[in-house]
């Protein structure tokens, strides 16, 4: 079985500018969730998705959204980048995302914002 | 709300060393608590887990125990070896804060031969 894929792996941007970060789960899982990890804040929780519906948020300004599609695949969008958005941004997945399941990671997406 | 608090890093063992990365947390309810490993490079892996007190995760040599009266999960092996040398967190997942994951800082492990 795959393990969760993010694309890319790599990215560089400058401010102002917007990206988009995609994420497919292990197949059949229907929950995914986004965190962005850095070296001041450690890992921080972005959102969570679940059949297409955002179910949970973490604090972070509007300039972050997601979405997830039918086949649960999902995407981050940042806009209007800043420098203090360089991270690496992890999405997990997760079969329903109930409190005791155990949450896949991907390898992550690293984003650099010049 | 919900934090995790872990002992700073880097922690330098030497091979076959005992390993104790000490995880205390605050949290409303009963929640479920993680710890995950981080090699270089890569995301994150699930290394054991507890959902209710007195619990107690092991694998891979790893264990902790839910310790509610301490609010503690502190991870210990026995004895180390390089392939172990990495970045440790400790994560708690409530049923009051909608199922996401919250993490303790991060203890960067590393094993010398």
């Known amino acids: 079985k795959a393990g969760v894929t993010q694309t890319p792996r790599y990215l560089i941007k400058t401010r102002g500018q917007q990206v988009t970060l995609s994420c497919s789960p292990i197949s059949g899982h229907r929950s995914v969730s986004w965190y962005q990890q850095t070296p001041g804040q450690g890992l921080q929780f972005l959102f969570e998705?679940?059949?297409?519906?955002?179910?949970n948020k973490g604090n972070f300004p509007g300039r972050f959204s997601g979405r997830q599609f039918s086949n649960s695949r999902s995407e981050m969008n940042v806009s209007t980048l800043e420098l203090g958005d360089s991270a690496l941004y992890l999405c997990?997945?997760?079969?329903?995302?109930?409190?005791?399941?155990?949450?896949?990671f991907g390898s992550g997406t690293q984003l650099s914002v010049l | 709300g919900n934090s995790v608090t872990q002992m700073e890093g880097p922690v330098t063992l030497s091979e076959e060393a005992f390993l104790t990365i000490n995880c205390t947390y605050t949290a409303t309810g009963y929640p479920s608590l993680f710890w995950y490993v981080q090699y270089p490079g890569e995301g994150l892996q699930l290394l054991l887990k507890a959902t209710k007190a007195d619990d107690k995760g092991s694998n891979k040599g790893f264990e902790a125990t839910y310790r509610k009266e301490t609010t503690s999960f502190h991870l210990e092996k026995g004895s180390v070896q390089v392939s172990d040398s990495a970045v440790y967190f400790c994560?708690?997942?409530?049923?009051?804060?909608?199922?996401?994951?919250?993490f303790g800082g991060g203890t960067r492990v590393l094993v010398k031969p």
């Open positions: 994560a708690l997942r409530g049923r009051a804060a909608g199922n996401k994951l919250t």
């Open positions: 998705y679940f059949s297409e519906t955002q179910r």
């Open positions: 997990a997945s997760s079969q329903a995302g109930t409190v005791d399941e155990k949450l896949f």
